[in-house]
């Protein structure tokens, strides 16, 4: 039987090390880092991310400010909003939670996010910067794989890694990731991928980021494996309290007992994303003040 891999545990001691880090810095006289989050509209998921994120802030003894914004404000106001964002000297980080309203074009917005205060990693700057050694703010989800895999000592090294999804949020970096400072081998699948189990019957590592539940079935994966799943989705169940379950991409039962390691959802990429969002608010925080 697989060992799962416990995203919430390993997130918990990121933010219990960093919480000291942070408490150091404020017996030194200095401020505490600052992460805001800007929330545009009324999504239910978007709404439980930013205050998870802002829980996660509270823990680890950052101050965080969250900016809700209606749903038809007009891109030109949530640009100007943004402006004063990359302005504020108090804010060393922010995010802006995805998705937007339809009319807001995501590439106009991202474009104009400041890259030294983007802890997502979204910005052209960052994502071009994603294999140097000396890189700057990673992509938050794709980082927090890597740490969660550094953390269970699951080498990449020479593994062939298959990723299944390339959107530019997770798919594209985390493939960018394994192949360079992960120095595997990788194959990166989407949509038009013809046979996706002949490819992911190939991989030593497999990464879901996709969003549709049970993609990946037992019969798709080899013995062994290590499973990452990255999808969320909210699954109808009427035994919930909220009439839904959580589940991610991969058939958890039906794929459990052929793979090595394997991450639950809720519980394991998703707490990683939150802990790299933190990492990278302090990482900026201590470029701001001369600290690195
Ligand atoms: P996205 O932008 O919709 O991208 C989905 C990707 O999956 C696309 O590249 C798409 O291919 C590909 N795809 C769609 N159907 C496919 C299929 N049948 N076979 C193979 N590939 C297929 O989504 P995203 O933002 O990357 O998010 C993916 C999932 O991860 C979602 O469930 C999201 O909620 C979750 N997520 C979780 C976290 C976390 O912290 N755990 C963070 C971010 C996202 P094309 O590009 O060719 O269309």
Redesign the pocket.
Known sequence: MAVRLDGKKISSDIEQEIAAEVKELIARGMRPPHLAAVLVGDDGPSRTYVRNKMKACEVVGFRSSLIKLPEDISEQELIARIEDLNRDDEVDGYIVQLPLPEHISVEHIIDIIDPKKDVDGFTPSNFGKIDQEHHSLLPA?PMGVMELLKRYRIETRGKHCVV????H???MPMGILLAGPGDATVTI?????RD?ATHTRMADILVV????PN?ITADMVKEGVVVID????RVPDGTKKKGYALRG?VDFEGVEPKASYITPVPGG??PM?IASLIINTLEAYKKRHGLL
């Open positions: 989800t299944v999804g390339k959107s949020i997770v798919g699948c989407h949509i038009y991928t996706l980021a996709v969003g549709k993609l990255v999808g969320i989705n991409d990429v998703g994303t």
